[in-house]
DNA sequence: GGCAATTATATTGTGTGCAATTCAATTTGT
DNA sequence: ACAAATTGAATTGCACACAATATAATTGCC
């Protein structure tokens, strides 16, 4: 086998792993997440109103690096389940801004213990986990970099 | 802020990290397929095929740790294309046997180099690369022991 | 041999992702 | 001021993911 047929060895391929990884880990919030009545999507999109109330669309999706075509029905599927209102903002009617209502507001009392149980279930020690977070930071850059937004 | 509090910031989840890499990854991956007319999905179920032709789609749901649901109308869209064809296996008739066609071994040829290019874009160098290939494996193996198959 | 449990795949339903398009509102250039 | 370009969301269309269910074939057990 050369060279070039060794790259294409599915055990070789890095990002098999992290695609792999992904949703295996999206499958460990999935119990967690099931009894907030929230996916992992929607538990993140969640995460980004926690820390700042009123967001536009566009404002979460540069967060989350999700476009309209994907928050817009996530988002009113977290409307209809009572979590948040969507209305468009009065001095650019263009944006349309997400309100937390109280309910989901008070949610994020249930969720304060899922990031420590995550944690715990990804088994890593603080310097692996540090040097983990390092190294995809600096791919999300390097492929960025090659195909940008 | 405290301690609980403070693990619900987005900044901070490595599971973000990992699911927002895997998206980026996809999308450098999306031009380089798109050539050959496959996802990234269906380069990967080629790449095991590659490697050993004949396979059954739990074989190929094992490898790949995808369920029929997803494997299923995928390898549809494969065999329409052309590049495999599915027949159920004479000696057990519930098995699902995969072929790849003269045009699916042909297209290997033809992707012989994208393992390169991609390598090329992640920018990590070799002792980078094996670190976040181990760093992922360790948390796929904690994750699944505790949520298992 | 026959019937219950198991196995392999397919189907259904829901929820993302994302490219491409559409539409309305705003901004820009002159 | 006003037409053209831009912007922000929504919509459409397609392709995953995956839980739950259905179906058909096989295996085990008596």
Redesign the interface.
Same mark, same amino acid.
């Given at each position: 086998m050369n060279l070039?047929?060794q790259?294409?060895?599915?055990e070789? +391929? /890095?990002?098999?792993?992290?695609?792999?990884?992904?949703?295996?880990?999206?499958?460990?919030?999935?119990?967690l997440l099931e009894a907030l009545g929230l996916t992992?999507p929607q538990y993140?999109v969640m995460?980004?109103l926690?820390?700042h109330e009123a967001q536009t669309v566009k404002q979460l999706g540069e +967060? /989350?690096?999700l476009d309209s075509g994907t928050l817009s029905p996530l988002l009113k599927r977290l409307e209809s389940a009572g979590f948040l209102q969507r209305q468009r903002r009065a001095s650019d009617e263009r944006e349309v801004e997400i309100q937390l209502t109280e309910a989901g507001r008070a949610l994020?009392q249930q969720?304060?213990?899922?990031?420590?149980s995550?944690?715990q279930?990804?088994?890593?020690n603080a310097s692996?986990?540090f040097?983990?977070?390092r190294?995809?930071?600096?791919?999300?850059?390097?492929?960025?970099?090659?195909?940008p937004d």
């Open positions: 070039a047929e790259g294409l060895l599915l070789q +391929q /890095l990002c098999f792993d992290v695609y792999a990884a992904s949703r295996a880990i999206n499958k460990a919030y999935r119990p992992y993140l995460l980004v926690w820390q +967060q /989350l690096q994020r969720a304060s213990n899922v990031p420590a995550i944690f279930a990804l088994g890593l692996d986990y040097e983990l977070k190294l995809l930071h600096q791919v999300m850059a390097s492929v960025e970099a090659n195909s």
